[in-house]
Structures are given as structure tokens and as C-alpha cells.
């Protein structure tokens, strides 16, 4: 079993739709990231986070380290928002080390 | 600044060629990282260096070699390539282990 697992694994939507990915983990962390892939293959961070909400313009990514659990949230999808969306978690035991998803495949159609 | 810049962006090898992929950064971080992305896994931990003068083995550092030059640049070398390593590199750099990653562009290589 995966130590990051995130789903849905692809997700079709109309433009304007409020969109949901989620992430699961199964090891203590210290802080999770969520990271966006263009389909030109480039890769950015969007968030970090390790309690709580964070919100940037229209996205916003929420944790709950209890149930271990993140949600990554787009309100008003627009087709530019087309992307792998990659959840990783910055694993505590050892040395740190970033365990990556597998990502969620986005699609927004016009 | 240019962030984090890889070259080259394309190679194809034959198999048991070798080849040294260059990543360079212009942040001043001390953390840089390989990692290489196959279809249907997620980004896996090649080698990394926590700081300049310092390397260590990720999760799959078998048939890689790495060299942090200086503070700004971290290679990557493969000795005798084989296909199994046909996948799309990418370097990433961070002010320290934990904090947000900055990618290179990545490199596709394929191994024939």
C-alpha cells in the first residue's frame, strides 16, 4: 500500500464546476505540500501546509492531521486550471524525506 | 533569476552509454534533490544533498552517481545506461529539507 494515496486519480469537469481532490497518507508528518504539473511537464508548488487552511486566490488546500487527510479545493474551474495536481508529505521518521502521490489528472472543459 | 535550470532537456542513449545530467540553481538554497517520474508512480527520490559538501541516497539510487559541485549545481551521472532508466528527470532545490521545492523543467531520457 501506497504511503500517499490521492483520488480521484482522473477528474473531468465543466468550466466554473468547484472541484475536490483528495489525499490520504499513512506515516507522521511534519508538513505536506501540494504541487501542480502542467501538461508541458513543469512542475510548481502551490501549497505547504501543515495545519489548518491556506487559500490563493482560487484555490484552497486544507489538512487534517488527526485523520490524516488533505483536500485541495478549486472554486470557478476554468481550463487553464488542466493539470496533474501531485499531493507529497514530508515524512518524520529518519532522514525527512518528501513521499510523493501518484497525482490526479484534471481536465476542465470549455 | 532563473530558479532551477536543467540541460539537457531531451537525450536518447544507447544502452551502456553514459551521461551526466546538469542542474544548476540561482536562489542560493542549500538543499537540492533528484528525483525521476515514471507513468502511473509518483515522483521517486533518486539522490539528494542537504547541503553543499554532502550527498545521500534517496529511494532509488541504484545505477546513479551524483556530484554537488558547489552550492549552485548538482549532477547527475549514469554510468552504462539501461532502459530501465528511460523516465523524465527532474532536479529540485529548497532553502532547507521540508520547505518549498523549486523543479527544474525536467529532462526526458530514453534509453534505447
Known amino acids: 500500500k501506497n504511503e500517499v494515496e490521492q483520488s480521484p486519480q482522473n477528474l473531468t469537469a465543466q468550466e466554473g464546476e468547484f472541484i475536490t481532490i483528495n489525499c490520504s497518507y499513512s506515516v507522521g508528518i511534519s508538513a505536506l505540500h501540494w504541487l501542480q504539473q502542467h501538461p508541458g511537464g513543469g512542475i510548481v508548488s502551490l501549497f505547504m501546509l501543515s495545519s489548518g487552511k491556506k487559500k490563493h486566490g482560487r484555490l484552497i488546500a486544507t489538512i487534517n492531521i488527526q485523520e490524516k487527510h488533505s483536500s485541495l479545493h478549486i472554486t470557478a474551474s476554468h481550463p487553464r486550471d488542466s493539470a496533474v495536481y501531485i499531493c507529497?508529505?514530508?515524512?518524520?521518521?529518519?532522514?525527512?524525506?518528501?513521499?510523493f502521490g501518484q497525482g490526479t489528472r484534471l481536465t476542465i472543459n470549455p | 533569476n532563473a530558479g532551477v535550470t536543467q540541460t539537457p532537456k531531451f537525450q536518447v542513449l544507447k544502452t551502456g552509454q553514459s551521461m551526466t545530467l546538469q542542474c544548476a540553481q540561482d536562489m542560493n538554497h542549500n538543499s537540492m534533490y533528484w528525483y525521476r517520474q515514471d507513468p502511473g508512480m509518483g515522483l521517486r527520490l533518486i539522490y539528494y544533498s542537504a547541503s553543499e559538501g554532502t550527498t545521500d541516497k534517496g529511494e532509488v539510487p541504484n545505477g546513479y552517481n551524483v556530484s554537488r559541485l558547489n552550492k549552485r549545481e548538482f549532477s547527475l551521472r549514469l554510468e552504462s545506461a539501461a532502459p530501465s532508466q528511460t523516465s523524465v528527470y527532474f532536479c529540485?532545490?529548497?532553502?532547507?529539507?521540508?520547505?518549498?521545492?523549486?523543479f527544474g523543467p525536467g529532462t526526458r531520457l530514453t534509453v534505447l
Open positions: 507529497a508529505v514530508l515524512v518524520i521518521q529518519g532522514a525527512q524525506k518528501l513521499v
Open positions: 529540485a532545490s529548497t532553502v532547507w529539507r521540508g520547505a518549498t521545492s523549486f
